[in-house]
C-alpha cells in the first residue's frame, strides 16, 4: 500500500482554492497556466481525499488537511493490467473517413495504428482527425498512417507497470489515453497492442478505492 503524495501543482492548487473560494476549475487552470484537461487528475486527487470540495456550478472550497493516511484513500499498487480497457485500433493504411466512422461508433479518445505485422506503429487521436477534415482534402482516400503520430514520439506503457507511472505518463503528455504493449522478443521494434489504459480508467480506479 502507497499513501498518496501530493505533488507541487497539486500544493499550488490547494493555495490557489484557500485564497480565492470558492473558484472553478478554468479560473485555476488559468493562474497555473495549464489547461483544464491538465488538471483533472489532481482535482480528483484532491476531492477524493476530501481537501477539496466541489459544488456544481460553484466551484471548488478548501476544506481541510484530508486524510491521506485513511486506507480508503490510499493508492494500492494497482498493476496496468488490472484495470486496462479494449483498445481500438487500425491499420496505418486505412483511411482517415473509415477511422473516423470507426471513432465515433466506439466513442474512443484516440486510436492505435499497427503496421502489416500487426505492431503498434502510431496512434491518431480526435485532434489530429479534425485536423485532416479541414481544407476540403478527400478523407477517404488519404491513409491515416500520413497523419499519426509515430513511433518512437508515443508514450507506451506495460502490463506489469503500476498504474501511478500510466497516471504520470497521462498527465506528463496530456493525452487522454495509452497504448498497453508487450514486447516481441524484447525488441522495442515490435510492440504487440494488449490493451489501453485511460485517464477515465483511472478516474474510475480512484472511485473504487474510496468506495
Known amino acids: 500500500m502507497v499513501k498518496i503524495q501530493l505533488n507541487d501543482r497539486q ?11 470558492p473558484i ?20 480528483v486527487v484532491l476531492t477524493m481525499t476530501n481537501i477539496l470540495d466541489a459544488r456544481p456550478k460553484v466551484g471548488y472550497f478548501y476544506v481541510g488537511e484530508g486524510d491521506l493516511d485513511n ?33 465515433f461508433i466506439e ?15 502510431g496512434v491518431v487521436s480526435r485532434k489530429d482527425l479534425l485536423k485532416a477534415t479541414i481544407g476540403g482534402t478527400d478523407i477517404s482516400k488519404i491513409p491515416v498512417g500520413m497523419i499519426m503520430t509515430r513511433i518512437p514520439n508515443v508514450a507506451t506503457v506495460y ?4 498504474i501511478n507511472l500510466a497516471a504520470l505518463k497521462l498527465m506528463k503528455r496530456e493525452v487522454d489515453s495509452l497504448p498497453v504493449v508487450r514486447l516481441i522478443d524484447n525488441d522495442e521494434t515490435q ?21
Open 71 to 103: 486506507n480508503a484513500v490510499a493508492m494500492k499498487q494497482v498493476k496496468v493490467s488490472d484495470v486496462m480497457g479494449v483498445p481500438l485500433t487500425a491499420k496505418q493504411s486505412d483511411t482517415v473517413y473509415d477511422v473516423i466512422v470507426n471513432i
Open 11 to 21: 500544493l499550488k492548487i490547494i493555495d490557489i482554492v484557500k485564497a480565492n473560494e
Open 24 to 43: 472553478t476549475g478554468e479560473k485555476i487552470a488559468e493562474r497555473l497556466n495549464v489547461t483544464r484537461a491538465t488538471l483533472r487528475s489532481d482535482l
Open 107 to 121: 466513442d474512443s479518445g484516440g486510436v492505435f495504428i499497427t503496421d502489416e505485422k500487426d505492431f503498434l506503429c
Open 191 to 211: 510492440m504487440k497492442i494488449v490493451g489501453k489504459v485511460s485517464k477515465t480508467l483511472i478516474t474510475r480506479l480512484f472511485v473504487e478505492i474510496t468506495e
Open 159 to 162: 502490463e506489469d507497470d503500476f
